[in-house]
């Protein structure tokens, strides 16, 4: 996915158990995939996201991994995030968006893992800005990120 292309739509339930239909949203969103839930960059990440949550202006801002909803609720409630995490446990989300691996995360071969990414999606439905990493341990440009969902 890249910038200019329409988001994939998707139904996800959060760490409270919540249903999140993209196609739904009336304001621009920031989709935050992540590889797991506990692991330093991705707290780190998040934490840095939770706590500037204002400078996204008036985005609505989920953080998206192939974590159990059971892991997700226990992950935001040890860092009081102020936005909910999304379970895409099967990855297929992930992979619509090309962030997911594929058998090869570490030497392990992991799969069904979310790769890091930024992803900002406007009003109509359209990616404004997208960044995906293949280094987990990278973080994306934040301040990239909050650049595209203000001006939107």
């Not at 226990?74 to 860092?79: G, L």
């Amino acid at each position: 996915m890249t910038t200019g292309d329409k988001a994939p739509d998707f139904l996800l339930y959060s760490d409270k158990n919540e249903p999140f239909q993209l196609s739904l949203q009336e304001k621009p969103v920031v989709l935050l995939f992540f590889p797991g839930a506990f692991t330093s960059v991705c707290t780190t990440e998040l934490n840095a996201v939770s706590n500037e949550l204002e400078a996204y202006g008036s985005a609505v801002v989920r953080g998206i991994s192939t974590d159990s909803p059971f892991a997700l609720k226990a992950f935001s409630a040890a860092n009081g995030f102020r936005f909910d995490l999304l379970s895409d446990h099967d990855g297929d989300v992930s992979a619509a968006y090309g962030s997911r691996y594929n058998k090869d995360f570490t030497p392990m071969k992991l799969d069904r893992i979310s790769k890091r990414a930024a992803f900002v999606v406007d009003r109509s439905g359209n990616i404004a800005y997208a960044e995906v990493l293949d280094n987990a341990g990278e973080m994306p440009d934040l301040d990239a990120v909050k650049a595209a969902a203000k001006t939107l």
